[in-house]
């Protein structure tokens, strides 16, 4: 399997990304830049944190009108596993790739510390190594990880099991319903706000994020492996 990494212009976490992969995972994974007019040869593509374009207008909205993002739309739409993580995530909801909106953490501040995540869906591609009602822990990086819907998309959510990560105990952000991460209808477009890649490593304070990756990974193997 191969991953993409897209770069944007301010990117800071695609060598987190990188490393996850590389080093972690063992898979083949590559950086694509921004421009980049195709990405038919890679098998998962990644977006990931850090302030695109500077996060000018809002987080994620210049990104969203990048070369790659055509391409970034067009494996989501062949079925392909797309992660945003953070600045990411931001980029799919700009994009329409994932519903909603992200707003300032309702402390107006930047936060950066471990939270505690419940796994509400781990029947999807990207959480199928983890428990039902598993709780890990993954750190956070944001000013602008407040989602928000409206009732009728949060009721969509819900009645689609689309919602696979809330944060467990307390509310960093504000987020609707504890929001962490979700999944389009499909179920092959994931945006999350905490950083997997970076708990990757026990050395790093912690590997359960490497089961997302591991779960990516799984998935593609089951469905293009050929078993003799």
């Keep these: ?19 996850a992969v590389k080093d972690e995972l063992g898979a083949d994974v ?14 998962g593509i990644l977006l990931p944190g850090g302030f695109s374009y500077g996060d000018y207008l809002r987080s994620g909205a210049i990104a ?14 062949a079925g392909k596993p797309v992660l945003g993580v953070c600045n990411g995530f931001q980029i799919l909801l700009e994009a329409g790739l994932l519903p909603g909106a992200m707003r300032r953490n309702e402390s107006l501040k930047f936060i950066c510390r471990p939270v505690e995540l ?4 781990n029947e999807t ?28 998309t949060l009721a969509k959510l819900k009645d689609n099991n689309q919602i696979v990560f809330t944060y467990n105990g307390s509310n960093p952000n504000g ?3 504890n929001i962490a ?10 945006g999350m706000m905490p950083h997997p890649e970076r708990a990757v490593d026990e050395l790093l304070g912690g590997a359960d994020g490497l089961k997302l990756f591991q779960s990516i990974v799984k998935q593609w193997r ?3 492996v050929v078993k003799a």
Excluded at 1 to 10: K, L, N, S, T
Excluded at 30 to 42: G, R
Excluded at 64 to 77: L, T
Aim: proline share 2%; glycine share 6%; charged share 30%.
């Design 181 to 190: 991460g979700i999944i389009n209808e499909k179920g092959n477009v994931l």
């Design 1 to 19: 399997m191969r991953f993409a990494v897209i770069v944007f212009p301010g990117s800071n976490c695609d060598v987190d990304m990188y490393h």
């Design 222 to 224: 089951e469905a293009h």
């Design 125 to 152: 591609m990207f959480s199928s190594a983890y428990e039902k009602d598993e709780v890990i822990t993954i750190p956070i990086a944001h000013g602008e990880g407040n989602y928000y819907c409206d009732e009728e």
């Design 30 to 43: 590559e950086y694509v830049w921004h421009d980049a007019e195709s990405l038919d040869e890679f098998d």
């Design 118 to 121: 419940k796994v509400e869906n």
């Design 175 to 177: 987020s609707l319903e």
């Design 64 to 77: 969203r009108f990048s070369n790659v993002m055509k391409e970034v739309v067009k494996a989501a739409e």
